[in-house]
């Protein structure tokens, strides 16, 4: 019986040790300004949705339109050189709108960097370390579109400019 038990206590010791002791793979690209954007988008919803999870919330699901309407938001901030939720004097959800996106709640992050501080996992962490965007990327949203433009703004060329798109289709 002793035995058995000792056998017991070690299985049960082993499963919880790997699910303690095991971290998750990073998010591919998290660390490479350089790689394509859509790839680095990918990681940065990577990282959105394990940092959701990871608390207990649902992950975010992509839709296609929403990805376009933040791909467009970050073009617009380049275009019109403006950094700002108005870029170009459009409203925060205009591209919502555009991209025919029905929302009931929405909300917007927008950031941007160059060189290495340019990095999905740079940028994350800086939302993250931020009340009102944390509350974007914990909130009671839905859905995220994610949007990255590289381009000269504010003087600083080769800017990685970021775009996240919150909605919620349902009240």
Known sequence: MIAGTAFAAAALL???GARAGTAAAPCPHQGD???AAGL???AMLCLVNRARTGRGLAALAAPPALARAADRKSADI???DEFSHKACGRDVTFWFDRVGYRYCSAA????YASGSSSTPRTIFKLWMNSAGHRQNILGPYRDIGIGLR???LDGVGNA???TQEFGSRDC
Do not use: K, S
Not at 108 to 111: F, Q, S, T, V
């Open 14 to 16: 082993a499963l919880l």
């Open 33 to 35: 300004a350089g790689a």
């Open 40 to 42: 680095q988008e990918q």
């Open 78 to 80: 380049i275009r019109c």
């Open 108 to 111: 917007e992050n927008i950031a």
């Open 150 to 152: 590289v381009g000269a």
């Open 160 to 162: 990685h400019v970021w």
